[in-house]
């Protein structure tokens, strides 16, 4: 609804391709526990088909381990082994890469999932840890740890996202009209620290208390291209310390592949000076994520993501496209093409299966995305986006994809965009 309510009026700008992002995926190594049939599906946990309908579907599926398995000619077990449902068994994806990037040029990439149950996969979610290293030829380093543990019987759901960067970078300004000719150079170091607890309390309700840090140093800017001096004023370091309040309804049961669900997510966040913070001022998130099952492969997906700040929050702090969780709003511009005091952003994408074995799918999407203008703090100009994507079974078990998506966006704007897990 806020999406809807800010894209009223807003008019298109304008965008010049300066660059192209590519990715060459090289798998050096695949999933583990995936030599072996069950009788039960770990993953479906309120699918009332009998177990060996169950095992038949998990059985007749391929990833990419099977095929590895077979190229080496690896023996495959072919008896039942619930053990691979047991709370604390892992079903582990690995995904080294190198590519190239229009934020960092070529990259070594090394992407670690991790998925897990606490407790009855009957009545726990799968949790998952992310993890991960980021290396390139332009000196960038990052560091991600990403979480999202479920205790037993879904009580409680711990939520975290630490990282570290060593980002010399490109920065474009405020607003959503900038141009790719019009770029600042720009290095700092980052540290990040997000966690929240949220204890369920009715259905798929949950609340829940958090504290986030960002805390962004050894700022340097080599140019004067783009609005980012009238609005840093000369600062080299900032932070933004402060406790979260979050109310979420999620009723997905595999945040790496949801099939059927709604996740439907408010944050409100305060700094304060008293905690460290430069300046006292609040944030808010509205996320939505809803997907309708169409059949046993397909799925039609939707996302509304939305910013919005109050009080001078520090530049690196304001909401921009690709800086979510994990990078992926604004498919088919560079990151932090756009950026404001106040963000929306839609995106929908079907998700079709193209062999009946589930080893390779496909994707189409669309995104717009907007920030404010500063100073004026006003949406005046869209950014769309569209593209097409293949996915490969990277884990049957854990139901993880390896997604590569190629996005155009305004006036030529395209590249090659990857992850592990689905977008949204």
């Known amino acids: 609804m806020f999406a809807a309510i800010n894209y ?3 008019r298109i700008g304008k965008l010049r ?12 190594a695949s999933t583990s526990y995936t030599n072996a049939q069950v009788n039960k599906s ?21 990833d990419l381990a099977d095929i590895f398995n077979g190229l080496i000619k690896k023996p495959v077990k072919t008896g039942p082994d619930s053990s691979l449902e047991k709370p604390g068994k892992l079903f582990f994806s690995l995904a080294p890469a190198a590519g190239y990037t229009l934020e960092g040029g070529p990259t070594a990439t090394v992407i670690m999932n991790a998925s897990f149950y606490t407790n009855n996969p009957a009545t726990t979610n799968l949790s998952v840890f992310t993890f991960g290293v980021q290396y390139s030829i332009d000196k960038q380093f990052i560091l991600p740890v990403i979480s999202n543990i479920w205790s037993k019987d879904n009580r409680f759901d711990w939520l975290g996202d630490w990282r570290y960067y060593s980002y010399p970078s490109k920065i474009y300004g405020l607003g959503s ?19 929240e607890v949220l204890r369920h309390f009715s259905s798929n309700y949950y609340a829940g208390v958090g504290y986030n840090l960002d805390d962004h140093y050894s700022i340097i800017d080599y140019g004067d291209a783009t609005n980012f001096q009238q609005y840093n004023k000369g600062i080299t370091k900032t932070v933004s310390s402060g406790p979260v309040i979050h109310l979420m309804y999620d009723n997905r049961t595999n945040i790496n592949n949801p099939k059927d669900a709604l996740l439907a997510s408010i944050i409100y966040r305060t700094n304060f000076t008293f905690l460290g913070s430069d300046k006292n001022w609040q944030y808010l998130l509205v996320e939505i994520r809803k997907y309708f099952k169409l059949s046993s492969h397909d799925v039609l997906a939707f996302w509304s993501w939305n910013e919005f700040t109050n009080g ?8 921009s496209n690709q800086w979510d969780t994990y990078s992926n709003t604004g498919r088919g511009y560079i990151q932090g093409f756009y950026r404001g ?13 193209i062999t009946r074995n589930g080893l390779f799918g496909g994707v189409v999407f669309v995104n717009a995305g907007s920030a404010t203008q500063w100073p004026s703090n006003k949406f005046e100009y869209i950014d769309p986006g569209e593209g097409v994507g293949l996915r490969v ?32």
């Open 393 to 424: 079974k990277f884990n049957k078990y854990s139901d993880v994809n390896l997604c590569v998506d190629y996005a155009v966006g305004l006036f030529g704007s395209r590249g090659l965009f990857f992850n592990l897990g689905e977008v949204f």
């Open 341 to 353: 005091t106040n963000l929306v952003y839609l995106e929908g994408e079907y998700r079709f299966g």
């Open 42 to 62: 770990p993953i479906s946990t309120k699918d009332n088909s009998p177990p060996t309908k169950k095992a038949d579907s998990i059985a007749s599926q391929k």
């Open 177 to 195: 009209d900038n141009s790719l000719s019009s770029v600042d150079q720009v290095y700092y170091s980052y540290l990040k620290v997000y966690q």
């Open 312 to 319: 001078q929050a520090p530049y690196f702090d304001l909401p």
């Open 8 to 10: 009223i009026g807003l």
């Open 17 to 28: 391709l300066e660059g192209i992002k590519t990715l060459l995926l090289l798998i050096l």
